[in-house]
């Protein structure tokens, strides 16, 4: 089955730092691939997405590379702020079979900037 | 914008009652999805469903049903709620189309059973 594996946090930085979280995947198939973050007390949001090899999906300052040759989407930003402290969770969606499109999570990684 | 609507943001029940989530999405979505949110277990889908009426398990339905009367709703059930039911659930909505379309979140009701 699909799974995806990102880093273990939580991760704490200071303002104005480079940031890199992991993740890897496993799947049948051609997944798209995405990065979710959620600020404290609310849902999730769709920070980026890309749905083939070597597509870069970009927002915010963040990017992430889909690699199919490492099964990987780490997710980076140059230069954090204090407004990025939240969890980020990588997700998958194969879409196989019908219309359920599930996604599988990550099990999310907890950022805090410090100023 | 898509927005997604749960009823409570928190909400205190007690064990063996019967308590009822409430999602609703504005954006004609086929797919609607259930999850619940714990500490260091990431999300896990409990339910979802992709047309009126229609149902399928997720990774974890013991202990709750759903219901999708109308396209734009959709809600979970405990049936008797028990403590290690307390937890954050969200509900998402997405629609049918290459395997490139997001989910988007609700706020997330934050359930506590006593």
């Known amino acids: 089955g699909n799974s995806v594996t990102q880093m273990e946090g939580p991760v704490t930085l200071s303002e104005e730092a480079f940031l890199t979280i992991n993740c890897t995947y496993t799947?049948?198939?051609?997944?798209?691939l995405f990065w979710y973050v959620q600020y404290p007390g609310e849902g999730l949001q769709l920070l980026l997405k890309?749905?083939?090899?070597?597509d870069k999906g970009s927002n915010k300052g963040f990017e992430a590379t889909y690699r199919k040759e490492t099964t990987s989407f780490h997710l980076e930003k140059g230069s954090v702020q204090v407004s990025d402290s939240a969890v980020y969770f990588c997700?998958?969606?194969?879409?196989?079979?019908?219309?359920?499109?599930?996604?599988?999570f990550g099990k999310g990684t907890l950022l805090t900037v410090n100023p | 914008d898509v927005k997604v609507t749960q009823s409570s943001r928190y909400l205190v029940k007690r064990t063996g009652e019967k308590v009822f989530l409430e999602c609703v999405q504005d954006?004609?979505?086929?797919?609607m999805f259930w999850y619940r949110q714990d500490p260091g277990l990431g999300l896990r889908l409990i339910y979802f469903?992709?047309?009126?009426?229609?149902?399928e398990k997720g990774d974890i339905p013991e202990g709750y049903s759903v219901s999708r009367e109308k396209k734009e709703r959709f809600s979970l059930i405990l049936e008797s709620a028990s403590t290690n039911q307390t937890s954050m659930y969200l509900c998402?909505?997405?629609?049918?189309?290459?395997?490139?379309?997001?989910?988007?979140f609700g706020d997330g009701t934050r359930l506590s059973i006593l």
């Open positions: 799947a049948t198939g051609y997944p798209s």
């Open positions: 998402a909505s997405s629609s049918t189309g290459p395997n490139n379309q997001p989910q988007h």
């Open positions: 890309a749905t083939k090899a070597d």
């Open positions: 469903s992709y047309d009126v009426k229609m149902k």
């Open positions: 954006m004609d979505h086929e797919n």
């Open positions: 997700a998958l969606s194969d879409g196989w079979g019908g219309s359920n499109y599930k996604l599988t």
